[in-house]
T-cell receptor, first 113, second 113 residues
Framework: GENVEQHPSTLSVQEGDSAVIKCTYS??????FPWYKQELGKRPQLIID?????GEKKDQRIAVTLNKTAKHFSLHITETQPEDSAVYFC????????????FGKGTRLHILP | DAGITQSPRHKVTETGTPVTLRCHQT?????MYWYRQDPGHGLRLIHY???????DKGEVSDGYSVSRSKTEDFLLTLESATSSQTSVYFC????????????FGPGTRLLVL
């Protein structure tokens, strides 16, 4: 089945700098790649997603890139702010079915003042 | 937040006792999911449902069963709770498939002594 690896597990970034989180997936048939943000004590919430027919997608300070050949995708956060501190999860849809997604293990992002 | 509630929000139980967690939605979404979240493991899918009385297993289904008799309710049962099932349980819903935005409930914190 699908396997999603996420790196790093922890990331500390100075406020105002950029943060990059990377994920790899195993199933070349996967076609949907969402990113979720979970603040401390809260529920996960979708922040951006990308489908396999697109190489890059942006939403204000957040962007996601997808390299289908290499089977990896990345989340880029620019001009980081204190409210960006959270755990971020990547995920990928499963082979030949759109019923479910498999999550990576998460990256805890700390924004340093 | 989408109209998703979970009950109870917190529960302490003893090993060997049965436990049922309830997820209720008011969005009329077709898909419903149960995840568990543990440190270092991210979000792992337990079971999911793609319609009334239609369910399937996820990555970590052993020791859990589910039922969905109505569109709005998805029940997760631990037949005989074990300490390894101590976790935070999240319910999620999506409208048509798993390969689109999943909206998470507030979570249930379960402690098995």
């Amino acid at each position: 089945g699908e396997n999603v690896e996420q790196h790093p597990s922890t990331l500390s970034v100075q406020e105002g700098d950029s943060a990059v989180i990377k994920c790899t997936y195993s199933d070349s048939a996967s076609n949907y790649f969402p990113w979720y943000k979970q603040e401390l004590g809260k529920r996960p919430q979708l922040i951006i997603d990308i489908r396999s027919n697109v190489g890059e997608k942006k939403d204000q300070r957040i962007a996601v890139t997808l390299n289908k050949t290499a089977k990896h995708f990345s989340l880029h956060i620019t001009e980081t702010q204190p409210e960006d501190s959270a755990v971020y999860f990547c995920a990928a849809s499963t082979k030949n079915r759109d019923d479910k997604i498999i999550f990576g293990k998460g990256t805890r992002l700390h924004i340093l003042p | 937040d989408a109209g998703i509630t979970q009950s109870p929000r917190h529960k302490v139980t003893e090993t060997g006792t049965p436990v049922t967690l309830r997820c209720h939605q008011t969005e009329n979404h077709r898909y419903m999911y149960w995840y568990r979240q543990d440190p270092g493991h991210g979000l792992r899918l337990i079971h999911y449902s793609y319609g009334v009385k239609d369910t399937d297993k996820g990555e970590v289904s052993d020791g859990y069963s589910v039922s969905r008799s109505k569109t709005e309710d998805f029940l997760l049962t631990l037949e005989s709770a074990t300490s390894s099932q101590t976790s935070v349980y999240f319910c999620a819903i999506s409208e048509r498939t798993g390969a689109e935005t999943q909206y998470f409930g507030p979570g249930t914190r379960l402690l098995v002594l």
